[in-house]
């Protein structure tokens, strides 16, 4: 093994093992057994596992790791469509960790080749491992048809005292800083660091200030009174039910609050009407009705048609008016809502391919309503894991955000707690009020600093009636926005490759030897003469 080289740390059928238990353990950090600092223990195990590594066995470590993860994350796939698709999405996403393993392992490889700083290997190091971590995210949330962005680091910091760095640097920075924590604690151990106390202080420097540094603030501008509606009707693929059964339900989850006074907006969640009222005249004048009872607009949710596309699409409705303004929700779920690819993939499952018969189509239109008395920035379901969108939202003038979803197939799995955990983290990261409505719950309003302030519990139908804090002003995170990820994402594989370039060249002198190196001196001095 070359000079400076690390050794790995135990055999690789042991670390293996410590993979897979790391990825056990780090999906404990994630809702719903929602353990957070398990998410810290489960990434030291997974660096542990490659330090030493050479490529082939640091993928096979880290596909283990990967795979025990997403195994238990994602297992509310398999809840109606069996183990097919989770297992389908667990391996694929388990491959972008076994790459992401290799690029760690390389690091731990050539920075000790490349330096023999202290300094460098107790800070540079850990920063290089916690960007290429984030590489792998940045991958696993973009590719192939746009990515899954779920589980990602940051994303089990919900309720934990670092979830306000999201309001400065969003779940990229709040994960890249995750794993620099733990990264520097390891190189601080192997370092003997305790020989020499002076030498924590940057790991403990920025756990301490991720720890205690406040969310930014953004302005109050006032208050909206939003009534949402839990209608826990039979919403999912495979309820039974006729049209309008869905309709009904949230109707009559509606009624009671019909009486009320001063409701400025009624907000239905995704599916919350399976009538389309822009095609039936019926179904119009029901919104018509609603709207002119509360002299407020509301805001609901159906499937549309235009042309030979369908859309999964919001509205905007007023008595009189009808449907004044749309979003088609942008992320459509590729396999869900839409087949990719339809030709080569159906012939490899035509049983689950088949069940999907139409696909929706990504929408264009902004984020966004204007309801009036303040603007509403919108997600629809799985929107609201990319980061692109939210931010737009921000951008565009939003004042509160309203997230619309349907977890009727995910009853009783992790998948609606992941979710909350998700528009919490959003409420921190804009400084904005978020009323996260579901067709079965739990349902949800979270104040800007991501404190739950009404609820709904699941299975149950239900209304709230909520005075909501309405905020103006944009928080770093908005500001910079894709910024981080891409200065993240360069910066770290710039520094690889320059660590592997200088580790060559450093390992090429030293086989030359002092004597060859004299040599050439003296021929090079000869020659000037």
Not at 416 to 424: M, S
Not at 464 to 475: D, P
Request: charged share 15%; aromatic share 8%.
């Amino acid at each position: 093994m070359p000079e400076n080289d690390p050794r790995p740390l135990m055999p690789l059928w042991a670390a293996v093992v410590v993979a897979i238990a790391g990825g056990l353990v780090y999906d404990l950090g994630f809702p719903g057994a929602s353990i957070w600092p398990l998410a810290f223990a489960g990434i030291a195990l997974a660096l542990l596992s490659l330090i030493g590594r050479r490529s082939w066995a640091a993928a096979l470590v880290g596909f283990a790791f990967g795979l025990a993860f997403y195994l238990q994350q994602v297992s509310w796939t398999a809840l109606y469509l069996g183990p097919i698709p989770w297992l389908a999405l667990s391996i694929l996403e388990s491959s972008f960790v076994a790459g992401g393993a290799v690029l760690i392992a390389l690091a731990y490889r050539w920075v000790p080749r490349a330096t023999s700083s202290q300094w460098v290997r107790l800070v540079g190091l850990p920063l290089l491992i916690a960007g290429l971590w984030i590489v792998r995210e940045a991958a696993t949330g973009s590719i192939p048809y746009g990515g899954f962005p779920w589980g990602r680091a940051a994303l089990s910091q919900s309720e934990s005292p670092f979830a306000e760095v999201v309001s400065w640097a969003g779940s990229t920075g709040l994960g890249f800083i995750m794993v620099a924590i733990v990264a520097g604690a390891i190189e601080w151990v192997r370092a003997s660091g305790w020989r020499d106390l002076r030498t924590a202080i940057p790991v403990v420097s920025l756990a301490l200030v991720a720890a205690i540094l406040p969310a930014w603030s953004t302005t109050p501008t006032g208050e909206l009174q939003v009534a949402s509606v839990q209608g826990n009707g039979p919403s999912g693929y495979f309820d039974v039910r006729e049209p309008g059964d869905v309709l009904a339900a949230q109707l009559d989850a509606t009624e009671p609050i019909l009486d009320e006074t001063g409701i400025d907006v009624l907000l239905w969640p995704e599916g919350g009407s399976d009538l389309d009222p822009t095609r039936s005249p019926d179904v119009a004048d029901i919104f018509d009705d609603l709207s002119r009872q509360l002299d407020a607009p509301v805001v609901l949710n159906t499937v549309t048609v235009d042309g030979d596309e369908f859309f999964n699409t919001s509205m905007l409705w007023r008595d009189g008016e009808g449907a004044v303004d749309t979003y088609d929700k942008r992320n459509p779920v590729p396999f869900g809502e839409y087949i990719p690819d339809r030709a080569f993939w159906e012939p490899l499952a035509p049983d689950l391919i088949g069940l999907i018969q139409r696909g929706y189509s990504p929408g264009t239109n902004p984020p966004v309503f204007d309801l009036g008395q303040a603007i509403t920035g919108l997600a629809i379901c799985f929107d609201v894991i990319y980061d692109e969108l939210v931010w737009e939202g921000a951008r565009d003038g939003a004042e509160l955000y309203m997230f619309q979803t349907n977890n009727a197939d995910f009853r009783g799995t992790d998948e609606n707690a992941q979710q909350l955990a998700i528009a919490r983290l959003r409420a921190i990261e804009t400084g904005r009020s978020v009323v996260n409505i579901s067709t079965v719950g739990a349902s949800q309003v979270i104040d800007p600093s991501g404190r739950t302030i009404d609820s709904l519990p699941i299975d149950e139908p239900g209304a709230m009636v909520t005075a909501v804090e309405l905020r103006s002003g944009l928080t770093p995170s908005v500001v910079l926005g894709g910024a981080v990820p891409l200065i993240i994402v360069i910066g770290s594989l710039v520094m690889l490759v320059a660590a592997g370039v200088i580790a060559r060249e450093r390992s090429r002198r030293r086989r030359e030897g002092p004597g060859d190196g004299a040599a050439e001196h003296r021929g090079h001095a000869e020659d000037s003469a």
